[in-house]
């Protein structure tokens, strides 16, 4: 009888979190309370929250709980490390501390099980569509975010807002091939970063890709609220073994 190899690291991406959301908030706190507790790390690949406005709105009870649960499971020894999207990049250092974890700069090479694992979000790597690397260029900007978070919270989710909405309709005129990665941008991150495993998300085109020697998993996009419902996380164990679940855990 063998017995599985333990957990050395989970990764999700793209939950999306928002108070309109609730069962896939509920779905992100089981996970927490069940699963992420049997590995030894925890990595979130961006866009855990749908926006942050800043780490002055940690005081939103929504906001609160969220570090909460993530604080409540770095104190059982699983170390959670937090690398920002396109859509929580102005996660700071209040956060961290308040949620117990590390920010990792991106792109973030992690040697696990022996293997070389590069990490991004995946937007930067989206540059075929050249509006949106403007966009990401200019919010990126360190005096830009300094100005942004200087306004009143209040102005700044109100800018937020407008920005998401603008987003939405941007997106009903672009193909998704525009949208996902490009291979030259893929390329350049494997010469760099001489991993021959890439992990990331942003796309929502959860998927397996070989690149000649180069493995490159996708993960999904959280949604438990509307239809159709999809979620799920990668893993791999000490034998090294790399693995795609689903929200029931079950392997895909």
């Not at 959670?80 to 700069?105: C, E, I, K, P, T």
């Not at 991993?195 to 493995?215: E, V």
Request: glycine letters at 8%.
């Amino acid at each position: 009888m063998t017995t599985s190899a333990r957990t050395l690291a989970l990764f999700i991406s793209d939950l999306h979190l928002q108070a309109s959301h609730p069962r896939t908030l509920d779905a992100f706190l089981r996970f927490l309370a069940e699963r992420a507790p049997h590995a030894e790390s925890l990595y979130l690949l961006g866009d855990i929250f749908e926006y942050w406005a800043g780490d002055d709105d940690l005081e939103t009870p929504f906001n609160a709980a969220i570090a909460d649960a993530l604080f409540q499971l770095t104190g059982q020894g699983v170390a959670v490390y937090w690398m920002a999207g396109n859509r929580d990049f102005l996660v700071g250092a209040a956060f961290a501390q308040a949620a117990g974890l590390s920010l990792l700069a991106e792109p973030h090479v992690a040697t696990i099980a022996g293997q070389r694992l590069l990490l991004v979000h995946g937007d930067a790597e989206c540059t075929g569509d050249l509006k949106y690397m403007a966009f990401r260029a200019q919010v990126r900007d360190p005096a830009w975010q300094a100005q942004f978070l200087a306004m009143p919270l209040a102005q700044r989710k109100a800018i937020i807002a407008g920005l998401r909405e603008g987003s939405r309709a941007a997106h009903t005129e672009k193909s998704y091939e525009i949208m996902d990665v490009t291979p030259d941008a893929i390329a350049a991150l494997h010469r760099t970063s001489g991993a021959d495993t890439i992990i990331h998300g942003h796309t929502h085109r959860p998927a397996l890709h070989q690149h000649g020697h180069l493995r490159r998993f996708v993960l999904p996009d959280w949604e438990l609220d509307e239809q159709p419902v999809r979620g799920g996380w990668i893993a791999i164990d000490a034998a090294g073994r790399i693995t795609r679940h689903g929200l029931d855990g079950a392997t895909l």
